[in-house]
């Protein structure tokens, strides 16, 4: 079954799909991910990983870079497989209409440009240079904000005493759009309040809004948990990771060789770029 996750827009031209863990450090290295992607993108599309002249380093941020249409918004689709941990729906084919026509000179297709693991911090999709811009993981918020979340043993009794509302994707009880500082007087409340009565059992998060909590906050309860977020005002697509299948499928990523092909090609007069993740890996590597 093809799903329609949403689109994308990208007005520099060069379209990024990257693995979201670290795609912020790109921005502590000699050249940013724009400057690095627009070349790329001027020789038809490249894999972008450090070191430059070597194999990509295990848990660095990797991504594939190509030319695309600047002035439209470009739809974003994916085949869809059961996953082999529980079943439900994951993604078995990324595939993304580029808005341009097809060249002439690359024959028929498809034109491999690199191998990407799927990051079990999630996939992003979008412009290069609103990407420059991309507060991830360990940034701070963008907006001034944070969310407050608990769960686990003691939840009922602790929202008994602090309330929240369950969250959208009917998880933990949470406390949305907070100012940060109020976020973390309550995640201190929470967790002394912990301490002094029931005791271990609860956990409590407090995430400011970064680019990329964001984004996980987008695509939770979304088919495929495909999520959509303005970011220098541009449409940018997060793709987060189910833990459980990711632990079956994907543990491991590059160290365990468990990277999947990236490819352009012709279709229906138009160029798409491909990302093909077969829906049951295969046991490489070792758990020791």
Request: proline share 8%.
């Amino acid at each position: 079954m093809t799903h329609l996750l949403g689109s994308v827009t990208v007005p520099s031209g060069v379209l990024v799909l990257a693995t979201a863990g670290a795609v912020d450090s790109w921005a502590g290295t000699d050249r940013p991910l724009s400057e690095r992607g627009l070349a790329a993108a001027r020789a038809g599309g490249g894999h972008l990983h450090l070191p430059e002249d070597g194999e990509p380093e295990d848990w660095f941020c990797e991504a594939v870079v190509v030319p695309a249409a600047s002035d439209r918004p470009l739809p974003v689709r994916a085949e869809a497989a059961p996953s082999p941990f529980d079943g439900e729906p994951t993604v078995s084919v990324l595939e993304i209409d580029l808005g341009l026509p097809w060249p002439e000179e690359r024959g028929t297709g498809p034109v491999h440009l690199g191998d990407l693991p799927v990051d079990r911090c999630g996939t992003v999709l979008g412009d290069a240079r609103a990407l420059d811009g991309f507060v991830g993981l360990e940034g701070d918020s963008v907006d001034g904000l944070a969310d407050v979340t608990y769960w686990g043993r003691h939840q009922d009794e602790a929202h008994a005493e602090f309330g929240g509302e369950p969250t959208p994707y009917g998880g933990p009880y949470a406390h949305l759009d907070l100012a940060v500082a109020d976020a973390e007087e309550l995640g201190e409340r929470i967790t002394a309040w912990v301490e002094r009565g029931p005791g271990k059992g609860l956990m409590v998060a407090v995430e400011e809004h970064s680019h990329h909590h964001l984004l996980q906050r987008a695509a939770r309860n979304r088919p495929l948990l495909a999520g959509v977020l303005d970011i220098a005002g541009c449409r940018v697509l997060g793709l987060d990771a189910d833990p459980g299948d990711h632990s079956v499928r994907h543990h491991g990523e590059r160290s365990w060789n468990r990277v999947y092909p990236v490819t352009l090609a012709p279709h229906e007069g138009t160029t798409v770029l491909r990302w093909t993740i077969p829906p049951h890996a295969e046991e490489k590597g070792s758990s020791c």
